[in-house]
Nanobody, 115 residues
Framework: QVQLVESGGGLVQAGGSLRLSCAAS????????MGWYRQAPGKQRELVAA???????NYADPVKGRFTISINNAKNMVYLQMNSLKPEDTAVYSC?????????WGQGTQVTVSS
């Protein structure tokens, strides 16, 4: 069993910033990749950003230049720094962990950006 717990969501005005954190615990052997996904009401879940254990990152086009993902391998934590937030960033943000035998998900944290 692997548990992922997200924190850091909330309500912010457009142009503001938030930092999401995700703590992974349990039966973690070797992380391949961790990432953040989001799902807005009425829309499918989409990748926001991902990072490998080695530090290689990729970002969805809408967040490039505004969001930064980072990982602390020693603590099994991943972070998402979100700057210049826009109302269209409003969604439930979920943390994902991928290791050899599967994917694991957190329950998500709500991010709401007001205009």
């Amino acid at each position: 069993q692997v548990q992922l717990v997200e924190s850091g969501g909330g309500l912010v005005q457009a142009g503001g910033s938030l930092r999401l954190s995700c703590a992974a615990s349990g039966n973690i052997v070797r992380i391949n990749r961790m990432g953040w996904y989001r799902q807005a009401p009425g829309k499918q879940r989409e990748l926001v950003a991902a990072i490998t254990a080695g530090g290689t990152t990729n970002y969805a086009d809408p967040v490039k230049g505004r969001f930064t993902i980072s990982i602390n391998n020693a603590k099994n934590m991943v972070y998402l720094q979100m700057n210049s937030l826009k109302p269209e960033d409003t969604a439930v943000y979920s943390c994902n962990l991928n290791q050899a035998w599967g994917d694991y998900w957190g329950q998500g944290t709500q991010v709401t950006v007001s205009s």
